[in-house]
């Protein structure tokens, strides 16, 4: 198990912005975990500490949010995100992580500033099928190596207009699915081993706290509210994730 108290800092932080995210505020925030934690062990084994943590937090804001999501997306979204995390699996340790960082950055600062401008607040459009299969299959691929599949996700939900409860129930149900897949592709490429799992275990009391406190959250506030701190999250990701990727060079 992990000993180091600066790690255990940085991911109760992570874990419960994870939490308080899955729980009631549109999910993408989780994005930042893995570079929190990254910050004193690698991103991949970042990922593999907080897999399961995220699958517990998934499994409960399922719960809280039954049958409150969108049918019609989750046909679409679903089998594509599975042929993405597959993807993921395939190319595994060949494609920078930087490289991925970059690629959801920039999807994320794009539908952050769209919504800011003038014509972001126009009315929903209406699902569609060939984005659905695109962001889908691209939030699944980003999201087996670095947990990063709540922007692009967004990115094909947002523009929907879809109110805040079927969103994050929408999101909820995704990320259950995707995150679940995982399993196994994890244990093949050795990322199950007894430290990272002794140290998730450790962490996992959090994971009901912060799903606790975001669902409260999501009670509270209106679909208005509820939709700018989601806007505004992926703009503080889309830096936190550019920043991660520069400073390093």
């Known amino acids: 198990m992990i000993n180091d108290p600066w790690f255990y800092l940085a991911s109760t ?6 939490g308080v995210a899955k729980g009631g505020l549109g999910g993408g925030i989780a994005v930042v975990g893995v570079p929190l934690m ?9 990922a593999a500490i907080l897999l399961p943590i995220l699958m517990a937090m998934d499994a409960l ?22 042929v993405g995390t597959v993807l993921g699996w395939v190319t595994f340790g060949s494609l920078s992580a930087d490289g991925l960082r970059i690629l ?6 794009s ?8 014509q972001g607040a126009n009315s929903g459009r209406s699902a569609r099928s060939v984005d659905g299969v ?3 299959a691209l939030s699944g691929f980003t999201s087996f190596s670095v947990h990063a599949g709540g922007p692009p996700l967004q990115a094909y939900l947002l523009p929907q207009r879809m109110n805040r409860t079927r ?6 149900v995704f990320f259950f699915v995707v995150n679940w897949s995982k399993v196994g592709p994890y244990a093949w490429l050795g990322q199950w081993n007894g430290e990272n799992l002794l140290t998730s275990a450790v962490l996992l009391p959090l ?8 669902r409260r959250l999501h009670q509270r506030v209106n679909d208005a509210v509820f939709f700018r701190v989601v806007h505004v999250s992926l703009f503080v990701i889309g830096v936190k994730l550019l920043y991660d990727v520069y400073a390093v060079h």
């Open 38 to 46: 990254a910050m004193v062990v690698s991103p991949a084994q970042a």
């Open 134 to 136: 695109f962001w889908g």
């Open 104 to 109: 959801v950055a920039v999807v994320a600062l």
């Open 167 to 172: 969103f994050q129930a929408t999101s909820v």
């Open 61 to 82: 804001a399922l719960r809280a949010y039954w049958n409150e999501w969108d049918t019609e997306n989750l046909r679409v979204l679903l089998p594509s995100a599975l």
């Open 13 to 18: 932080i992570a874990v419960v912005i994870a």
């Open 207 to 214: 994971a009901p706290l912060g799903v606790w406190l975001g």
């Open 111 to 118: 539908y952050a500033l769209q919504y800011f401008l003038p």
